[in-house]
């Protein structure tokens, strides 16, 4: 008993009084038992229990915060729940002492990442501080979010740590309702596009205002890959093709600060025929995006790294290059912000020194990826693979050519040309550069690589064609 109490005036918490109460049910000393319980009753407190088994689904998302902004907080983990991502909080969890600190570090073990929600305060917390080392510990991803406006990094014992991470900004200089959503929509779209790293949503969870969330390329193109069918003779094949499935050769590796850039560079490139590899095209699914990175990068034939301050920083753009490398994937740098070094500091600076990039920091060559640049761009891709003949399908379903009028046409006067009225008619008849492929009668398609135009009929021929009939 005397150890048992010099034991329990060392550790006075709630697994203590547990510890305590079980060896006195376990000694038979029901009478001490009871004391014990009694004195908890009338402290008003609950007698503890044992911590109960992780559920069947835990939580993918640990949110790391200070109490001060709690309203913020829920209302993030209300949205990210929306989203389909399960949220681990504190807020709910019974007990306290080291009974809570049992239930943070089963979620956090349990969680695929971890938000930190960084403020001034939460930068000093110490309770905040072993959140962020537990998580460095585990080697669980870390996605800093900022709520406040403070300096990069915060000062502190965290410095270190978030040095090398790249933050995402929710708060704005404008007035908020604390509880409420405060920040843009295209910030959240980034935290969902970095949870999608690591974690699939639920569809169970996902309402309908983030069914569709995934940011959209405009001037994408609907594009079929075709290989010509093999003849002998031009009689035989007929002008037929048949469509193939092929892996994207071309990977594009960024970071979601020039998005809007890259979402035109994969237009243009897929335009030419070249199949490119972009996250935003690959995420929902139940495989992580991780995974789908490891398979687009495997099957790519040339990685296109899109360079900036934030892609040298970003450890995501990090492992893709590393990858990259490793298995020996030719790489085209292209350098998308002014004022940097090259190679860029960091731990892509050993793959880049070798490398001789593209300067794209020009505005006017990253608007429309038209100029002298994108087809040095376009002649190192064709080093490494050639572009495929492609069909472009428009969204809107056109009609087969119209044939050709059966009603009589005005005779036009002997040895005389004819009058424009009758030229004009004789316009519709020609058939249009873009219902050139009966074989697809459903769809208005236009073949990319440059081909011979047809010659349209001359109005002459089409006069002596009614001559004759008449």
């Given at each position: 008993?005397?150890?048992?109490?010099?034991?329990?005036?060392?550790?006075?918490?709630?697994?203590?009084?547990?510890?305590?109460l079980?060896?006195?049910?376990?000694?038979?000393?029901?009478?001490a038992?009871?004391?014990?319980?009694?004195?908890?009753?009338?402290?008003?407190?609950?007698?503890?229990?044992p911590?109960?088994?992780?559920?069947?689904?835990?939580?993918?998302?640990f949110?790391?915060?200070?109490?001060?902004?709690?309203?913020?907080?829920k209302?993030?983990?209300?949205h990210?729940?929306?989203?389909?991502?399960?949220?681990?909080l504190?807020?709910?969890q019974?007990?306290?002492?080291?009974?809570?600190?049992?239930?943070?570090?089963?979620?956090?073990?349990?969680?695929?990442?971890?938000?930190?929600?960084?403020?001034?305060k939460?930068?000093?917390?110490?309770?905040c501080?072993?959140?962020?080392?537990?998580?460095?510990?585990l080697?669980?991803?870390?996605?800093?979010?900022?709520?406040?406006?403070?300096?990069w990094?915060p000062?502190?014992?965290?410095?270190?740590?978030?040095?090398?991470?790249?933050?995402?900004?929710?708060?704005?200089?404008?007035?908020?309702?604390?509880?409420?959503?405060?920040?843009?929509?295209?910030?959240?779209?980034?935290?969902?596009?970095q949870?999608?790293?690591?974690a699939?949503?639920?569809?169970?969870?996902?309402?309908?205002?983030?069914?569709n969330?995934?940011?959209?390329?405009?001037?994408?193109?609907?594009v079929?890959?075709?290989?010509?069918a093999?003849?002998?003779?031009p009689s035989?094949?007929?002008?037929?093709?048949?469509?193939?499935?092929?892996?994207?050769?071309?990977?594009?590796?960024?970071?979601?600060?020039?998005?809007?850039?890259?979402?035109?560079?994969?237009?243009?490139?897929?335009?030419m025929?070249?199949?490119?590899?972009?996250?935003?095209?690959q995420?929902?699914?139940g495989?992580?995006?991780?995974?789908?990175?490891?398979?687009?990068?495997?099957?790519?034939?040339?990685?296109?790294s899109?360079?900036?301050?934030?892609?040298?920083?970003?450890?995501?753009?990090?492992?893709?290059?590393?990858?990259?490398?490793?298995l020996r994937?030719?790489?085209?740098?292209?350098?998308?912000?002014?004022g940097?070094?090259?190679?860029?500091?960091?731990?892509?600076?050993?793959?880049?020194?070798?490398?001789?990039?593209?300067?794209?920091?020009?505005?006017?060559?990253?608007?429309?990826?038209?100029?002298?640049k994108?087809?040095?761009l376009?002649s190192?891709?064709?080093d490494?693979?050639?572009?495929?003949e492609?069909v472009?399908?428009?969204?809107?379903?056109?009609?087969?050519?119209?044939?050709?009028a059966?009603?009589?046409?005005?005779?036009?006067?002997?040895?005389?040309t004819?009058?424009?009225?009758?030229?004009?008619?004789?316009?519709?008849?020609r058939?249009?550069?873009?219902?050139?492929?009966?074989?697809?009668?459903?769809?208005?398609?236009?073949?990319?690589?440059?081909?011979?135009?047809?010659?349209s009929?001359?109005?002459?021929?089409?006069?002596s064609?009614?001559?004759?009939?008449?």
């Open positions: 008993m005397a150890i048992l109490a010099e034991w329990y005036t060392t550790h006075k918490s709630s697994d203590a009084t547990y510890a305590i079980t060896a006195l049910q376990d000694m038979g000393r029901t009478e038992a009871e004391i014990v319980e009694k004195a908890l009753e009338e402290a008003d407190q609950m007698v503890p229990k911590v109960g088994e992780m559920s069947d689904k835990p939580c993918p998302v949110i790391s915060y200070q109490w001060d902004h709690q309203p913020e907080v209302a993030v983990k209300d990210l729940e929306m989203a389909g991502y399960g949220c681990w504190d807020i709910g019974m007990g306290g002492g080291d009974q809570l600190f049992a239930k943070i570090n089963e979620g956090m073990r349990a969680a695929k990442l971890v938000l930190c929600m960084v403020t001034t939460y930068a000093k917390s110490e309770n501080n072993k959140e962020v080392n537990l998580a460095n510990l080697n669980k991803p870390i996605i800093p979010i900022l709520i406040e406006n403070i300096p990094p000062e502190g014992s965290m410095s270190m740590l978030f040095a090398q991470l790249l933050y995402i900004q929710f708060f704005s200089e404008g007035e908020y309702v604390r509880g409420k959503k405060f920040w843009p929509d295209d910030r959240f779209h980034e935290l969902l596009g949870i999608g790293y690591y699939t949503p639920d569809p169970e969870m996902v309402t309908e205002e983030y069914q969330w995934l940011p959209q390329i405009d001037d994408a193109p609907e079929k890959v075709v290989k010509k093999e003849q002998t003779t035989q094949s007929n002008g037929t093709t048949e469509e193939t499935d092929r892996h994207p050769t071309v990977f594009i590796s960024y970071q979601w600060g020039k998005q809007p850039q890259i979402k035109k560079l994969f237009s243009e490139l897929t335009k025929g070249f199949p490119c590899w972009l996250d935003i095209m995420m929902g699914g495989d992580p995006l991780f995974a789908k990175i490891d398979k687009g990068i495997r099957n790519a034939e040339v990685v296109l899109c360079v900036t301050s934030k892609y040298a920083l970003s450890a995501n753009c990090r492992r893709e290059v590393s990858l990259s490398d490793a994937k030719p790489i085209i740098p292209l350098l998308l912000e002014e940097m070094t090259w190679p860029p500091p960091g731990p892509m600076s050993m793959t880049f020194t070798q490398l001789l990039y593209i300067d794209f920091t020009q505005e006017v060559s990253q608007r429309n990826f038209e100029d002298e994108f087809n040095e376009v190192k891709i064709k490494y693979v050639q572009p495929d492609v472009i399908e428009t969204s809107e379903e056109s009609t087969p050519p119209p044939a050709p059966k009603s009589p046409v005005p005779t036009p006067s002997r040895n005389t004819p009058s424009p009225d009758v030229q004009e008619e004789a316009k519709p008849v058939p249009s550069s873009v219902q050139s492929m009966p074989e697809r009668p459903g769809s208005a398609a236009v073949s990319i690589p440059e081909r011979p135009s047809s010659s009929p001359k109005p002459k021929k089409k006069k064609s009614v001559c004759s009939i008449l």
